[in-house]
């Protein structure tokens, strides 16, 4: 056991060994061809880090943590650290002796330790689909630094940046172990594709949108992270045991990024909302007033909700899909919380409903349970986002506004699946193309609205200072104090 480890978390813990090039807990050291191919990838990544990721910043010293042990109780130890010198590791859940698989066809047989030749094929796809948006994302969102409204938020920016290239060691680590050579041939892919690029541009749509301002950012952590967050717990449940421990212990790290979102997003609201008070405004829907005070107005706001909904809405994939449905009976993709839910898990004469516009209405269609797994999964995801809103809404009711945030309906701006031919307003309502034309921006951003949040966009790098149109946080990172020099520029 490394020192690092003991000195957090004494003796309980999984042991991960710091010692090596690649900090691991899935003894490395002892498998030489493994350990071999991921040390010739290892430096391969470290130039995609320096070529895609964050811009100018190899030599700022960030107050990271990194993952020392991979125990609920505590697993992270904070430090400075130049980023191309992040310890980026494999780190797997600990294994549950006589795990069944939980789902499917194969429910109640021993998980399986190595992959089924009969869903190789399955199960590479997914994989790969799922390590493709670690690294896109950290591309999408490499010129941030520059335009941080603190050193606070540069931070988190950097943590949730370093903690998906991890996520992508994460997936390469399955590849290469369980896939052979065409394994390692994805691994270098990961590496070859990039964010909205024209020839190799990264699998999903969503992930080459561009986040270049700091309240996409947040949205994107806070919505599109958290269609991580469901992917992940879906695959947590796999039947394919390597594959559940690597997701379980990646969830850990994805709730950190949704609370930058929420309390990114949150601090925006606070801080309009203070302003428009100091100001004496009482109209929310008062855009120019709003704008002069150097704050996104509400209504800004929830079109940038509308927008980064219906795309996160979209990796969600095809409501109803065979895909799915394969996966789902297969035992490799489970239904969010898969083992809380009280039925058989096999689902074989089981229906959901699945909405569609039929003739200018929605109506409830019933698919077989299997087929729209899909489906259920983004009920989910819709359900698991409300949450935050919630709370954004009481912050702008304490401060005494009518105005309340709404997450859009899932049909509403959809490029992917059953509404994906459908003109749907975001309270629901089936309309003509010509009707949604021309409300189209009232529900999402123009380029007026995205040139005038990007002209809030300059840096603010003065130790415990935020720019104008963010309220600082409740609490610091590992409760430092507010003056406290999270990112070390140099
Ligand atoms: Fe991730
Ligand atoms: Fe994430």
């Known amino acids: 056991m490394s020192d690092l480890t003991e000195d957090v978390l004494g003796e309980t813990v999984v042991e991960i060994n710091y010692d090596e090039l690649i900090p691991n807990n899935v003894d490395l050291m002892n498998d030489k061809q493994l350990k ?3 040390e010739s990838w290892q430096p391969k990544y470290v130039d995609w880090w320096n070529e895609a990721g964050p811009v100018n910043t190899k030599d700022f010293e960030v107050y990271l943590r990194t993952a020392v042990g991979v125990d609920p109780k505590g697993w992270a130890k904070f430090g400075h650290v130049k980023m191309p010198d992040y310890r980026w590791g494999i780190l797997l859940a600990p294994k549950e002796e006589g795990r069944t698989i939980p789902f499917g066809k194969h429910k109640g047989e021993p998980v399986w330790q190595e992959v089924p030749g009969e869903y190789r094929a399955l199960l590479r796809r997914l994989i790969i689909i799922q390590g493709d948006t670690e690294p896109a994302s950290v591309e999408q969102q490499r010129i941030l630094s520059a335009t941080a409204p603190s050193l606070y938020d540069m931070r988190n920016l950097f943590q949730v940046n370093v903690e998906e290239g991890r996520h992508l060691w994460a997936m390469v680590y399955l590849l290469v172990k369980y896939f052979g050579r065409e394994g ?7 590496l070859e594709r990039r964010s909205a690029d024209e020839d190799k541009p990264r699998i999903l749509g969503a992930f080459n949108e561009a986040t270049d301002d700091w309240l996409s950012f947040f949205m994107f952590t806070y919505f599109t992270d958290r269609d991580g967050k469901m992917q992940l717990a879906s695959l947590a449940e796999s039947g394919f045991d390597p594959l559940s421990r690597t997701c379980r212990f990646m969830l850990t790290e994805e709730a950190h990024h949704m609370f930058v979102g929420e309390t990114g997003v949150g601090r925006v609201i606070q801080r309009t909302c203070e302003a428009m008070e100091e100001a004496g405004i009482t109209n929310v829907n008062d855009i120019e007033a709003v704008r002069k005070l150097g704050v996104i107005d509400l209504p800004t706001l929830q079109k940038k909700i509308n927008f980064h909904v219906s795309v996160t809405s979209d ?32 689902l074989n004469d089981d229906n959901y409903t699945v909405t569609r516009a039929v003739d200018g209405k929605l109506v409830d269609v019933e698919e077989t349970a299997h087929n729209a797994i ?3 999964l983004l009920d989910d995801y819709h359900d698991d986002a409300a949450g935050g809103l919630g709370r954004w809404n009481k912050v702008i009711k304490r401060a005494g506004f009518d105005f309340k945030l709404t997450l859009p309906y899932k049909g509403f701006s959809r490029k992917i699946g059953t509404f994906s031919e459908d003109f749907i307003t975001p309270d629901a309502q089936v309309v003509t193309e010509a009707e949604w034309n021309a409300k189209k921006d009232e529900w999402l951003c123009t380029d007026s609205d995205n040139a005038f ?15 104008g149109w963010i309220a600082a946080p409740r609490v610091g990172i590992n409760n430092q104090p507010e003056d406290f020099e999270y990112v070390k520029l140099f």
């Not at 969010?336 to 009280?342: L, R, V, Y």
């Not at 002209?455 to 935020?466: A, F, N, T």
Request: hydrophobic residues 35%.
């Open 36 to 38: 071999k191919a991921l």
């Open 184 to 190: 390692r041939q994805d691994a270098e892919g990961m």
């Open 453 to 467: 949040i990007q002209s809030l966009m300059v840096p603010c790098k003065e130790k415990g200072k935020y720019a």
């Open 374 to 376: 899909n489906s259920r």
């Open 315 to 346: 990796l969600f994939g095809a409501e109803v899909s065979t895909n799915g449905a394969s996966a789902f009976i297969a035992g490799i993709k489970g239904r969010f919380n898969e083992t809380k839910i009280d039925d058989d898990h096999q």
